[in-house]
């Protein structure tokens, strides 16, 4: 079976062209301190958790879960995926409910089994849920609700700052996570670290589609893995991405400026004025 990029893209959480955000290569760095700040999260969380936006999807997921009649039909509900999938890491997988529901049933214990095949994202993402042995009863323990409903407040507060600064959120799951990788396999594995380990090395969202080992020379050959387990290391390469972030998304702003018809007359418009 042939795979498109665009299907690469959703698959691996590469960021499509296009993405809008502001935020300028130079506010880069200082974004990304004012974001890792003593108190900046909690503060931002805190906020978030008052947000209607938020508050309305968490009853909703919290009514559908209540009344779905199987585990299969829970994790094939619009309203429990849109905090269920974001809260494990997995926001942008929306679109791919039947691979979501078979990756998350199957045991991440089994290196044959989906999750695992699926890489690092996907099978932390089972293990957190268990409900490959707990079934529906499991994906409503209290614990796994609360669980699953603060990594969805984070990830809303977190998204949100990628409005003022292109990829500040990943940056920052970046810093979380980086030192838990064991090999090259566990970075291309998990989605948000291929983001952020590519775009700081400059390598293509093509790259994508090329096998697996060959990916993973592209990023040995420019990386040391060991560097992950050096927290100033990873604080480099979270500030290279978001500079190469924040570069791609002017470049696509651009773009997409010159061929907006009602931008060009507005720019028309302030030429003929001058």
Do not use: C
Not at 146 to 151: M, S
């Amino acid at each position: 079976m042939n795979i498109t990029l665009a299907q690469v893209q959703m698959l691996f959480g590469v960021s499509p062209a296009g993405a809008a955000s502001s935020g300028t290569a130079a506010e880069a760095i200082p974004a990304l301190r004012r974001a890792t700040a003593e108190g900046a999260e909690e503060k931002g969380i805190a906020r978030e958790e008052k947000d209607p936006v938020t508050i309305s999807a968490l009853a909703q997921f919290r009514t559908a879960l209540h009344k779905a009649g199987s585990i299969e039909g829970a994790l094939s509900d619009p309203r429990i995926l849109k905090v269920l999938l974001p809260a494990l890491g997995l926001a942008g997988q929306e679109g791919n409910i039947a691979l979501a529901r078979k990756a998350l049933l199957s045991n991440p214990a089994d290196q044959k089994g989906l999750a695992a095949q699926l890489g690092a994202t996907w099978k932390r993402a089972a293990e957190t849920l268990g409900v490959h042995a707990s079934g529906l009863d499991g994906l409503r323990e209290s614990k796994l609700v609360q669980t699953l409903t603060e990594g969805y407040v984070k990830y809303q507060y977190r998204s949100g700052l990628d409005e003022r600064q292109a990829g500040i959120s990943d940056a920052l799951y970046f810093l979380d996570a980086a030192s838990g990788a064991g090999d090259v396999y566990d970075v291309l594995g998990d989605a948000v670290m291929r983001r952020v380990v590519t775009g700081a090395l400059g390598l293509p969202d093509q790259i994508a589609v090329q096998p697996v080992e060959t990916q993973g020379r592209a990023v040995t050959s420019r990386l040391d893995i060991a560097d992950l387990k050096d927290a100033r290391q990873v604080r480099k390469l979270a500030e290279r991405y978001l500079i190469a972030a924040a570069n791609k998304a002017a470049e696509s702003q651009a773009a997409n400026a010159a061929t907006d018809p009602m931008a060009m007359i507005a720019s028309l418009a302030v030429s003929l004025r001058a």
